[in-house]
């Protein structure tokens, strides 16, 4: 699961990750992509606008040499100025004036629009902003541009020169023209695609002036003076100019260039080269702006990026969150009882790992386990069970402190964990609690009561571990039960008998191979003192164990342990083969008691084998009586009855042990069909000397006379208890003031003794 949750933030990161990649290279490419059309759109530019430049200058060059030479051969100034007006007049935005000079700088004729300059007699060698031009165009076959200058209010105009030589080549004039130079203005402005913070140069390569400059505006002074030598050094090596280059290279070719401006700005431009009129043309944008422009372009992908990852991040929180709410569900479905939603087993399991560091105070760990619970699933079904357990679930619940914590271990078992602060508090607490889960239940109408043991460990007294307090805590809850008392605190001689009792079991494997193994008989007489019958008791005697284990000691383990089934047969075998060869030696017929287990009683098959070793030994099935407890009830109620029915059909006797020490219930009593009542030392021991324990004898003789069954009392060690009994109502005694269990040669001696005689 936690691979899971890892895998899924694991997933969620590569995609981040890829679509972080794919964000920055879409980026990058459409950075790129954008270079490219910009670089595209100003080449294109600047190569029309350069075709338009060049071809209206050639167009001008041409008309200037055809009419210069008509007007110069004349040499009328008034014809000259009539045919320049009316030259003027075919394209008045264009031109603002034409003139014919002679080669000393005097003026031939001008049009209408420079008649001043005339009347003024100015000589063009003389002026500053024409001398260098006219001078230049005297040595040139083709057309000058001049200095870009304000002759009148009109605006800013471009001059270009043409030296007129007649058909031997000889200068005979200079022809002038002048254009607005806002014409410019009018080619760069046709194109609406034009960024409006372009800015347009263009630069005359031999004396580095400006001719024109979109940036200019209305200030015209610009044009008075070269550009700055090193800006135009560094002008060209930015667009790759070599030492050796000549300007043949870049004529007609535009070259992209990126430029880092006197101010610290940059520049995105591209410029061309017109070798013929000598000039560089340069269109530049703010590379801020491009910058810009991509910023927006990328921002959408930003944009779109944020919005996907967002969704992508819900999406996978989604399915996190439904992940992590079921591995919490089945965590806590793994960590809990479904039936009571009780922490389960495996909580205090974990509890147990944690216990790492156990906690610096005291601890009380109590083990509670109800008694007889199979009898209510037996008796009113699992479904009432269930209630009922969820009932002892809820008392407990409410029964102890909030931090106090509960677990079910399964069936009818609960652990509590709890400060510890004395013997007494927590005595008293745990008696509260199992009057209160001993309280009477009702379920469907039908109302019981069910008892509870409790065993109670203390940490760090009777433990350190989790599972040595487990072990004390069950160890002293077995003991609460045997001494049938609600609370027992574990003590460290109770450790001793767990321990003991694992030696037996371990030694009692090999008991009956081994032989050590027998019975002893101890004989039953009627209350006018002649002998009836015998109870068959068993024995074992082991080296490793100290010599003989009392069957009270090493029954119990063998049931849990699931030897009976063995032992059992045994002792039936032995003991009907001894007495029935007896019986036959003898010429006797006496009953014989035999004591069966709980288990022993129930396992399967336990009938016919009766059946089959009766049948072996020959004795008479009406001289057996088998001895059960009550403890019998705790099983499947509906299968003992059909079982003792059975039994009782084939004559066999049923001898109800102990009686009045267990739970049976009277009624219970009633339906089974019991022969005899065996009335508890217990009581015996007391009758004489205890109220309660006579009247107790006296109304379990009264049922049982009552039901039709035979009385016998056990344990009688006196006259006078034998004389209470028999005054009592009592039918027959088994004590060792008649006479203590006897092995079967001492049997025979007594009957030789007693009754054959
Ligand atoms: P139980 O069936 O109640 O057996 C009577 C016990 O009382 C026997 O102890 C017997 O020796 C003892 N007893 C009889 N008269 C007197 C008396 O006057 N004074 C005293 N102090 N004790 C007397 P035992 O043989 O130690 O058996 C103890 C218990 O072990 C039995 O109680 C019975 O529950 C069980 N047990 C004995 N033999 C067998 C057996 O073969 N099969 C099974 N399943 N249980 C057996
Ligand atoms: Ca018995
Ligand atoms: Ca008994």
Known sequence: MALLKRNIWLIYYLILATSVLLLVVSSISRWHDMEDTYRMRQTSLIEQWYGNINSLLVQQETIMDVVGRKVAEKADPDAMQKEFDRLEAMNPDLFAGFGLTWPNGEIAGVSSSLKEAMQMRLNLTQLDAARDSFLYSMMQEKMVIGRAYQPTSAGMVVPLRKAIRNDNGDLIAIMSGAFWLDTFRGIFTCDRSLPECADIKIIRSRDHYLLFDSDAGDDPDIYHYPMDERAYQRFLSTLGWGVNDGYQAFSGVPVSYLREAADGTRKMGVAI???????????????????????????????????????????????????????????????????????????????????????????????????????????????????????????????????????????????????????KATLDDARHLVAA??????????????????????????????????????????????????????????????????????????????????????????????????????????????????????????????????????????????????QKNMDLAFSVSINISVRQFLHEGFLPALLLEIKRSGMNHVLIVLEITES???????????????????????????????????????????????????????????????????????????????????????????????ESGCDSFQGYYFSRPLMIDDLKDYLQDKVVS
Not at 339 to 364: I, K
Not at 479 to 491: D, L, T
Not at 658 to 687: C, Q, R
């Open 273 to 423: 080269y017109d070798e013929r009129y000598e000039f560089w043309l340069a269109l530049e944008v703010d590379f801020s702006r491009f910058i810009a422009q991509v910023r927006n372009n990328v921002m959408v992908y930003i944009a779109s990026f944020i919005v996907f990852n967002i969704c992508l991040y819900l999406l996978f929180r989604l399915i996190y969150n439904s992940e992590e709410k079921r591995r919490l569900e089945l965590l806590y479905q793994a960590n809990h009882d479904t039936l009571t939603g009780l922490p389960n087993r495996n909580s205090l399991q974990q509890l147990y790992d944690r216990w790492r560091e156990p906690p610096g105070y005291p601890l009380a760990l109590q083990f509670i386990d109800m008694n007889n619970f199979k009898g209510v699933n037996d008796s009113f079904g699992h479904e009432c069970g269930d209630r009922v357990l969820r009932e002892i679930a809820r008392r407990i619940k409410n029964n102890i402190e909030e931090r106090d914590q509960v677990f079910r271990l399964g069936g009818d078992e609960f652990v509590i964990i709890s400060r510890y602060y004395s013997e």
């Open 632 to 726: 019998i009830f705790i099983e499947d109620m509906q299968q003992i009855i059909q079982l003792i029915s059975a039994i009782h059909e084939k004559g066999i006797r049923i001898s109800m042990d102990d009686f009045g020490t267990g739970y049976s219930s009277l009624s219970l009593l009633h339906k089974l069909p019991v022969d005899e009542l065996k009335i508890d030392k217990s009581f015996v021991d007391h009758i004489l000397d205890d109220a309660s324990a006579r009247q107790m004898v006296q109304s379990i003789i009264a049922i049982g006379k009552n039901q039709g069954m035979t009385l016998l009392a056990e344990g009688v060690e006196n006259e006078q208890q034998a004389q209470l009994l028999r």
């Open 437 to 582: 889960i001993t309280d009477t239940y009702s379920v469907d109408g039908r109302n019981f009561m069910l008892g509870a043991s409790m065993g109670i460990a203390r940490f760090p007294k009777d433990g350190r571990s989790l599972d040595q307090l487990l072990r004390s805590a069950d160890i002293s809850m077995y003991e609460a039960k045997r001494q049938r008392i609600p609370v027992c605190f574990f003590e460290d001689h109770m450790q001793d008998v767990y321990l003991r009792n694992i030696a037996i079991e371990h030694l009692l494997r090999t008991a009956v191979v081994n032989d050590e193994i027998f019975m002893m008989y101890q004989p039953q007489v009627a209350n006018d003192g002649s002998f009836t019958g015998v109870e068959c008791l068993v024995r074992w005697e082991n080296e490793a164990m100290g010599g003989m284990v009392p069957p009270d000691q090493f029954i119990p383990v063998a049931e849990q342990a699931g030897l009976m089934p063995d032992i059992g047969s045994f002792i039936l075998q032995r003991s009907l083969s001894e007495l029935s060869e007896l």
